[in-house]
């Protein structure tokens, strides 16, 4: 690095876990960028006042991880209208008057992770399936309703928390109960696992593939096993599988850009470098 350097970062509290200084280092390193990406553990008290640092220190913008995406929306001084719907900010841009923007970008990577791993998918070929009501899945709500599902059937342990989020996203999204998980997947072009269930330490998704038809794409968010019992299940029904670590990988992309001033490429060289050492044990940024 030189003086020059562009410098931006995560912000979590944890943040050791985060898979974004070695996914952002990679990119520094291949495309030769005079910049830095560091893990910045803050909590939560400290946060709001960390932020107003950031032009001060001259740094490019952060990512966000847990607990800080819902707090940042009142903390920066302007959001866009993905983030606003989403509810969250993953991503800060510090601009040229110093001023902070925050975006999501959570619903652009998993469209393009998606598109990646099943090409042949169209939004309007079939209803769509969430599982899971929380951040995860408003996200991907958002994406596939921009993009244009005709139905998304929403599934979660609590239905009060699936019909919270059915409500502020409005048609086409119906709420079915937990004990009905199963017999929904039927006659659907897409079924998504948004919840943790299927990571390391965590329980297996308890759920009958059976009913999938022959060519459904389905997704799994978690990537800490890249391969979950839900997708090996999934693949054995004759269903199309898409792993998560993609969506973290796309995500990224638009912050690299915007701070570093280069377009990356998700490419399978830096899903391996990715996944070396792979220590994470949850499914966030």
């Known amino acids: ?10 912000i979590g509290w944890p943040v050791a876990h985060s898979l974004s200084p070695r996914l952002h280092g990679y990119w520094l ?10 893990p910045l553990p803050v909590p939560p008290e400290s946060f709001a006042e ?3 640092l950031l032009p001060a220190m001259g740094m490019a913008g952060v990512n966000l991880t847990i607990p800080h995406k819902q707090t940042a929306l009142e903390a920066v001084d302007e959001i866009d209208d993905v983030a606003k719907r989403i509810g969250a900010v993953n991503t800060i841009i510090v601009r040229d008057d110093k001023s902070l923007f925050g975006t999501n970008t959570d619903a652009r990577g998993f469209l393009a992770n998606l598109k990646a791993g099943a090409p042949a998918w169209a939004a309007d070929s079939g209803p769509a399936v969430l599982i899971g009501a929380g951040g995860a899945a408003r996200a991907i709500a958002v994406a596939l309703l921009d993009a244009g599902v005709p139905e998304l059937r929403i599934v979660n342990r609590t239905v009060a928390r699936a019909t919270e989020l059915a409500d502020a996203l409005g048609d086409p999204v119906k709420v079915h109960r937990w004990d009905d998980r199963s017999e929904i997947l039927a006659e659907t072009a897409l079924v998504v ?3 943790s269930l299927g990571m390391i330490g965590q329980p297996a998704l308890d759920i009958d593939t059976g009913g999938l ?15 979950t019992p839900f997708l090996t299940a999934a693949r054995a029904a004759g269903a199309v599988t898409v792993d998560g670590l993609g969506m973290l990988l796309h995500q990224a992309a638009p912050g690299f850009a915007a701070w570093f001033g280069v377009e990356p490429e998700v490419t399978p060289e830096l899903r391996t470098h990715v996944l070396a050492d792979h ?7």
């Open 50 to 52: 960390v932020l107003c």
């Open 29 to 38: 390193a291949h495309y030769n960028v005079d910049g830095a990406y560091l």
């Open 213 to 227: 038809s022959v060519g459904t794409v389905v997704m799994d968010i978690v990537y800490s096993p890249l391969e």
């Open 1 to 10: 690095m030189t003086g020059a350097a562009k410098i931006a970062g995560v």
């Open 193 to 195: 696992n948004t919840t």
């Open 279 to 285: 220590v994470s044990e949850t499914g966030d940024t």
